[in-house]
């Protein structure tokens, strides 16, 4: 199921079951641990080899994720910032506007900041964190619209919840006490999404779900650098 999960969530080129994954979406957690660490390079570089090359975080951040979760966040941005009566067909626009490329270079110059000023644990316990605001959202929403989104939420619940927390409760325990603000945050900006979207959407689709995985990442990181 890891390698189905990485397929899935990452540009990483490995075979996966998807089928077999929307019924065990609690994996998403424990990839997040792979995907993290990945991200996490430059600074164990920098710690263990006294070379800090963490000026390319951002580069390790892309190899490790991706750009569909930030082509999520570019959507949610566009349809953040259209007019009232088009912000569902903004969403479903392919073509980005100026409202999205304004959030995305927004998005980058502060995760730059933020992953030059954290340690590894506390890059790994975000992306768990990503990771489970994106199942947290897809348990507790309905899908605006049927494709990918809608496919993989159909079995998302309260098991995968469950399943998914012993990766969050240890990571949490080793970056410490900022981690109770970091998981608060996340859990509002969750349902701050959530409702938004249903007020404006009816609902939640991939992008949407993308763009919570990306604003959790950097609001969690963004709490450890206070």
């Known amino acids: 199921m ?17 089928e077999k994954l929307r019924r065990n979406l609690w994996v998403f957690t424990y990839t997040a641990v792979i995907i993290g660490l990945i991200i996490a390079i430059p600074d164990f ?74 340690d590894a644990v506390q890059v790994i316990f975000s992306q768990i964190a990503a990771k489970y605001s994106m199942l947290l959202i897809m348990a507790a929403s309905r899908p605006c619209w049927g494709g990918m989104a809608s496919y993989m939420m159909e079995f998302a619940g309260l098991r995968d919840l469950i399943f998914a927390l012993p990766p969050v409760a240890v990571a949490g325990y080793l970056t410490g006490v900022k981690t109770v603000c970091a998981l608060f945050f996340a859990i509002l900006l969750v349902f701050a999404v959530k409702r938004y979207s249903d007020m404006k959407f009816g609902g939640i689709n991939g992008d949407v779900i993308g763009a919570t995985n990306c604003l959790t990442f950097l609001s969690s990181l963004l709490i450890f650098t206070l």
């Not at 999960?5 to 075979?15: Q, R």
């Open 2 to 18: 890891i390698s189905s999960s990485i397929a899935f969530l990452t540009p990483i080129p490995v075979k996966g079951d998807v």
């Open 45 to 118: 570089v920098r710690q263990h080899l006294g070379v800090d090359i963490r000026f390319l975080a951002i580069a390790f951040y892309i190899a490790a994720e991706g750009i569909n979760h930030i082509d999520g966040l570019i959507d949610f941005g566009d349809a953040i910032f259209a007019p009232e009566s088009r912000k569902r067909e903004a969403l479903k626009d392919t073509n980005t506007g100026a409202g999205g490329i304004a959030v995305a270079i927004i998005y980058f110059i502060l995760l730059y900041h933020a992953l030059q000023n954290v």
